[in-house]
């Protein structure tokens, strides 16, 4: 079943947990990536974070897996540096353009040409349409580039990125993240660029990190419509469709 971020309620705890207990009201991302379009979910203590009192629910659960890839993917910006985020309208996008203007970064967007004012209201200084333009025709323009839907190989990218970039593959074609993975290395010895897939383990120390930075309002999560559980597949059919502009929530009845 599909759903890796969840927030709710502790309804029941094993034996050897210590740190938490029943009604404790908690948020994190489930081990696997699945399992969260549930009523009920069982998973380690360890991935999990007390909710602030201060975030609602639907708010905490757009956090963790999104938040989680932003913080480690932006670890790394300098004020100042030229940050490019490829598939920028999405859910992990939204918290990279949020985290790398923090930071101090100038921020060009790719995405869909209809999601360009709500890229620049987030924070984005340039929205590129990938339709239309093809931001790896670029050279030398960027010191990071945040790739959450890679289809380009590692041999193509490199060119977009100035002198010690770093281009982090974090989602995309399989091939792709193959391909990046074992000729990356081979492309940053030549280069002297860094190229390759950037892999975020999964940890309750991550998605209190990006927490804290939601409470100094770096970064503010976007939902875009909370729906009952049982209209995920309207919420399925929206995102297929590329119509939401933020995160979609599904929320379990209560009891
Ligand atoms: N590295 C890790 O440790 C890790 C962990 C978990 C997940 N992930 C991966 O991280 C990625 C996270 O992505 P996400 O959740 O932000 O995805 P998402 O919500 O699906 O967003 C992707 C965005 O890219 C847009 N897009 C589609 N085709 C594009 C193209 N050719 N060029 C530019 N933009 C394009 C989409 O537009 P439309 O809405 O119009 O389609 C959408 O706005 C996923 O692939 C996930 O598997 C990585």
Redesign the pocket.
């Known amino acids: 079943m599909p759903g ?1 971020d969840v927030a709710g309620v502790v309804a029941a705890v094993g034996s050897v947990v210590t740190e938490y207990t029943v009604g404790d009201e908690l948020f994190g991302e489930l081990a696997g ?1 699945r399992g969260g379009l549930a009523d009920l979910v069982c998973t380690r203590p360890t991935l999990l974070a007390r909710k602030p009192d201060w975030l609602s629910f639907a708010e905490a659960s757009t956090i963790p ?2 938040g989680g ?1 932003a913080h480690r993917a932006t670890a790394d910006v300098r004020p100042g540096d030229r940050v490019l985020v ?8 939204v918290f990279v353009i949020a985290l790398a203007k923090h930071a101090g970064a100038e921020v060009t967007a ?3 040409a209809d ?1 360009a004012d709500f890229l620049r209201e987030i924070g984005a200084d340039r929205t590129i349409d ?1 339709a239309t333009e093809d931001w790896a025709d670029e050279r030398d323009s960027f010191d990071l580039i945040v790739d ?2 890679a ?1 380009r190989s590692p041999f193509r990218v490199h060119r977009a990125l100035r002198r010690h970039g770093r281009y982090a593959m ?3 074609l399989a091939r792709i993240l193959l391909g990046t993975a074992v000729a990356g290395p081979l492309v940053g010895r030549a280069t002297g660029k860094r190229v390759g ?4 383990p999964q940890s309750r120390a991550e998605v209190e990190a990006v927490t804290a930075l939601v409470a100094q309002r770096a970064v503010t999560p976007r939902i875009d419509r909370v729906y009952p559980l049982r209209d995920a597949p309207a919420a399925f059919a929206r ?1 297929a469709v ?1 119509e ?1 502009r933020g995160k979609l929530v599904l929320e379990a009845s209560e009891g």
């Open positions: 890796s990536y897996q999104a890839i490829n598939g920028a309208g999405g859910a992990g996008g790719v995405d869909r999601k990938f959450l839907v289809h974090v989602g995309g897939v950037l892999v975020v995102l590329g939401s």
